[in-house]
């Protein structure tokens, strides 16, 4: 056994885990088939709301190939089954059931009506052309303001009403600040104004999948999931499986972002069919259907008060959401905006707050969870009306926001909203952005282009964020009627060689766990990166688990890490002192050796590994095992933050937008690899720059979603995107023994509104002072011409407003 | 239809229905998993392969258009367990995640590198907008591509036969 002694916490390894996707070795559960499988086809209904009247499914039973057609009654002949929501978020939430198959109604084009069981996945596809439904179309229902009108038609007649729940956090009633209403009517200044959070699609590069096989002694099921752990829990509830006798492993996972969090009805269908055929089945879904009917992620209407006295002192913020649950309550789809709730102040000291967020049912997908969940949206929302304020005020937004943020030396600092903030440093960070990004160098180019009435402006944006990590203190969750806990667990085996394997309930889809962890390990333990082996994904050998999400893999599950192996050198340091004939208390333990102190006898903790295995010469009454495990439950969320800057050149002319600079230093604590933290941030920004600029959905009157292919619906691709300037500040947290804080969101979160800013930047001396997103060149061109926000669909920039290029010189 | 193929180097031949799309043919007749699906446009460029020598969309290709044909996948690239110089610069790149979109963007780096042996950051950027990834933000392999280029011969093709490059890389170390 190698002893490490260069500590690898902190440094820039490799991955383990690229070998085998580098090389087409990789186990996704498309590539699964087993002896004797079917294939599993789902037929959609084209309609957003309609009652089924009949259906036919003669024809396709008898289809080549067919092994048997299902629907809502053969599959759920009760009706007692329905998918699970894990966040009632009030007492008196509606709670429409959604049915694994729709029986009598479909609320959203897409939803499941009957599913095919065929040879092969192409008989069981060509077989759904072969049922025949018939429907009787009901109301559509897509906008959230009429849903909630009176006299609205609704989307679950039985529920009596489009509003699912009204949720308040009020500053003043909590006793966590003033009273918000009072604030506005006394201050100088009031800035209001509606920011849109378009509906977006998670796009995970691999479509979902899984693979059911209900022939051994417990029914093994694969799925492309973020959550195994959740999903079988959830299984043997919804569908009253014991939860013994079903193993979920989640392979290699193709992206998730949020998107993969969902207990799905497609994989209790494939249970449910698998059992009643006795024979391994597969589900694999075109891109296609995921677009359809995998959850949607944002899609929040957003009404902003902010208050400030003339000094740009903020005093009170006051924000109105209404929030697009689609058709049906997600998993956790309704807890998305109250995770938000808690960061519409971000940085700053505000001291009164009041927040209401009404959820509303639409005959839509249903929106959950995708990347930042909540806290991109109220990112956007704080940091674009910060700029709004700033230019009612005539003070640069960056001197606004240093007027406003929590100062280095307040650390800890409760916020409005009742939260701890345990470190920051939100002045490095800033200084370093602004260092790195050239602020001032770039203001007086915008200053210069403007005064030449150049047909390219230059805009620049800043964003600065926090976000709340580490996902969460359980009673935290308990506090906001959250179902589970936030726990992680974690287990370490020693193996007789010295080789180690550490078992994480942290299921990874491709954040690199099995390199972190490794790092992690080999300096708790002294044990070689590579003698240590990361098991993770599947409930039978990594039995217990909250999963991956919300940036909590490392400030939760890594800490279990570490916590497991503090136990395996508790346990160890015994046998060493026997080993060695010496007193515990002698001994000491680094670089993976026991040494006598004071002298330079020593024992490694590989030897005692094979001691254990032996079992000759061990204390009395010791266990013969190193083996540990550890469940750790965070005191306290974790804080990264960071400063995002951002350089938008905007031809006046076509309303063509190019990021020319993007730099941002981020404040993640403690990186554990950096090249994995950097990473992770450069695909943040890439989400969340699209989201300001190219993505977002469009649906027809009819409910049908009219961007339900990569082709129509703007996954940015590399010419889309500049090359980034990243960089870090690194203020450890407080609250974790490694000091690590989280990253996985922050570039998503913070990139939106620096990108959104810089382009209003660039556009305000036309009179603009806002622009819906996507921010499309039709968009931004309508916005310069007319000084107005263009309240137009993304379907509209499809080169309507580029006709009309020539036309516009003369207005500017 | 009948059809014979070489696929990484091995011969195939086959009863296909002629409907059945190349990638298909790869992953569930001859068990080619390497190569992946991701999309039902031929949008995303998961599926890419060589085909000839060039790459090809294996979704918007039957498998009886590649009858006489060689195919490479990424699985046909390494060599004496020797990886790809592109397969080894985005491991040292860290130009992956997920890895769902890597074989495509692999066989497609080799493709334009064999077009353009030193291409710039804007030439690597045009060479793959075929090929999506939600995971990387890109920068990290168009680094690599770029740092490939550095470590493969000028005019070094898709022929992973023709790379100079032979040292070993383990994966995992730093
Ligand atoms: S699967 Fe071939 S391009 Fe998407
Ligand atoms: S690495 Fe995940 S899609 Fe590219």
């Known amino acids: ?812 | 239809m009948r059809i014979t193929v070489t696929v990484d180097g091995t011969n195939y031949t086959d009863e296909v229905e002629p409907r059945t799309l190349l990638v298909h043919y790869l992953r569930e007749r001859i068990g080619k998993v390497g190569t992946v699906v991701g999309c039902d446009t031929s949008n995303c460029g998961a599926c890419t392969v060589h085909l000839d020598g060039h790459s090809v969309k294996s979704c918007s290709v039957l498998a009886v258009q590649a009858d006489g044909s060689e195919v490479t996948t990424v699985e046909g690239l390494s060599r004496d367990g020797q990886l790809h110089p592109v397969q080894k610069a985005f491991h040292e790149n860290h130009a992956l995640q997920c890895g769902f979109c890597t074989p495509g963007m692999i066989m497609q780096s080799i493709d334009l590198l064999a077009d353009n042996p030193d291409p710039d950051e804007q030439a690597v950027r045009e060479g793959l907008e075929g090929n999506l990834c939600r995971c990387t933000g890109y920068q990290n392999i168009v680094r690599a591509v770029r740092d490939a280029a550095q470590h493969m011969s000028p005019g070094a093709g898709p022929d992973a036969e023709r790379i100079t490059e032979t040292k070993h890389v383990g994966v995992g170390g730093d």
């Open chain 1, 1 to 812: 056994m190698t002893a490490t002694i260069e500590p690898e916490v902190g440094k820039s390894r490799r991955r383990k885990e690229d070998e085998r996707l580098i090389t087409g070795r990789t186990r996704w559960t498309d590539n699964i088939t087993l002896p004797g499988m079917l294939h599993m086809a789902v037929l959609r209904s084209p309609f957003a709301h309609a009652k089924i009247v009949s259906i036919d499914t003669s024809a396709a039973k008898n289809a080549p190939g067919v092994v048997a057609v299902f629907t809502a009654t053969d599959l759920d002949p009760d009706s007692s089954i329905g998918m699970p929501c894990a966040w009632p978020i009030t007492p008196d939430m509606k709670a429409p059931r959604r049915p694994v198959l729709a029986a009598d109604q479909v609320n959203f084009a897409g939803e499941g009506v009957a599913v095919v069981v065929a040879r092969s996945s192409a008989e069981a596809h060509d077989a759904l052309e072969e049922i025949d439904v018939e429907y009787d179309e009901l109301p559509v229902i897509l906008d959230m303001e009429a849903a909630i009108a009176d006299g609205a038609p609704l989307v679950h007649e039985d529920q009596g009403s489009n509003t699912s729940a009204v949720w308040k956090f009020d500053s003043a009633e909590a006793g966590t600040g003033s009273n918000v209403e009072d604030a506005i009517s006394s201050s100088e200044i009031v800035v209001k104004r509606r920011f849109r959070q378009q509906r977006l699609i998670p796009a995970f590069m691999e479509p979902r999948a899984c693979v059911v096989d209900p022939t051994g002694a417990q029914t093994t099921m694969w799925s492309a999931t973020q959550v195994p752990h959740i999903l079988r829990v959830m299984a043997a509830l919804t569908l009253g499986i014991p939860e013994h006798k079903l193993r979920v492993i989640a392979p290699d996972v193709g992206g998730g972002f949020g998107g993969k969090i969902g207990v799905l009805p497609e994989e209790m269908m494939s249970l449910l069919v698998a059992q009643k055929l006795g024979k391994p089945v597969k589900w694999n879904e075109s891109r296609s259907e995921t677009m359809l009917a995998a959850h949607h992620g944002r899609d929040q209407i957003q009404d902003i008060t902010i208050s400030a006295n003339a000094d740009g002192t903020v005093t009170g913020l006051k924000v109105e959401l209404l929030a697009n649950l689609g058709a049906y309550n997600g998993l956790v789809g309704t807890g998305v905006p109250i995770l938000g709730a808690f960061m519409f102040n971000a940085i700053y000291k505000f001291p009164a707050y009041h927040f209401a967020c009404t959820n509303v049912y639409t005959t839509t997908t249903l929106t959950d969870a995708y990347r930042g969940a909540g806290r991109p949206e109220a990112t956007f929302a704080i940091e674009r009306i910060m700029d709004e304020l700033a230019d009612e005020l005539g003070m640069d937004p960056l001197e606004l926001r240093e007027k406003n943020w929590i100062k280095h030396e307040e650390f800890p600092f409760t916020t409005v909203c009742g939260l701890t903030y345990d470190s920051g440093n939100y002045e490095a960070a800033t200084e370093k952005a602004k260092q790195l990004f050239d602020y001032d160098g770039l203001r007086a180019e915008q200053e210069r282009r403007r005064a030449s009435k150049d047909k390219v402006q230059l805009g620049l944006g800043i964003s600065t964020f926090t976000e709340m990590c580490g996902l969460a203190p359980s009673r935290v969750l308990g506090s906001l009627d959250y179902g589970a806990g936030g726990w992680e667990h974690a287990a370490i085996r020693m193996l007789p060689t010295g080789k180690v394997e550490v078992i994480t309930g942290a299921s990874a889809h491709g954040q690199g766990h099995e390199t972190a962890w490794s790092q992690i390990v080999a300096d708790q333990l002294g044990v070689a990166f590579e003698d240590i082996e990361v098991i993770h994904g599947d409930t039978q050998s990594s039995h217990k688990g909250m999963d991956t999400y919300g940036s909590r893999s490392l400030v939760v599950g890594g800490i279990a890490v570490v916590k497991a192996a503090e136990k395996v050198v508790a346990k160890a340091k015994p046998i060493a002192a026997h080993l060695l004939e010496c007193a515990e208390e002698d001994l000491e333990f680094a670089g993976g050796k026991f040494t006598v102190k004071g002298t330079d006898t020593s024992t490694t903790m590989g030897d005692v590994a094979l001691a254990v295995f032996a079992a000759h010469n061990l204390p009395d009454g010791v266990e013969p095992s190193l083996d540990s495990d550890a469940t750790f439950d965070p005191e306290n969320f974790s804080y990264p933050h960071g400063t995002h800057l951002c350089a938008a050149e905007v031809d006046t002319e076509t309303g063509r937008v190019k990021l020319r600079s993007y730099v941002c230093v981020d404040d993640v604590g403690v990186a554990v690899n950096p090249l994995i933290v950097e990473g992770q941030v450069h695909g943040g920004l890439a989400q969340g720059i699209a989201q300001a600029l190219f993505e977002g959905t469009v649906h027809d009157e009819s409910g049908t979603l009219t961007t339900g292919t990569f082709a129509d619906y703007l996954l940015p691709s590399a010419v889309d995107l500049p090359s980034f300037t990243t960089d870090r500040t690194e203020t450890p947290s407080t609250t974790n023994p490694l000091g690590a804080k989280g990253v996985g969101e922050a570039g998503t979160i913070a990139s939106t509104p620096a990108v959104v800013n810089a382009v209003i930047d660039a556009v305000r001396q036309f009179g603009v002072n806002d622009i819906e997103m996507p921010l499309t060149p039709m968009r931004v061109w309508h916005a310069i011409r007319y000084g107005t926000t263009d309240a137009g669909g993304p379907g509209n920039e499809a080169g309507g407003g580029l006709g009309s290029i020539d036309a516009t010189g003369g207005a500017l």
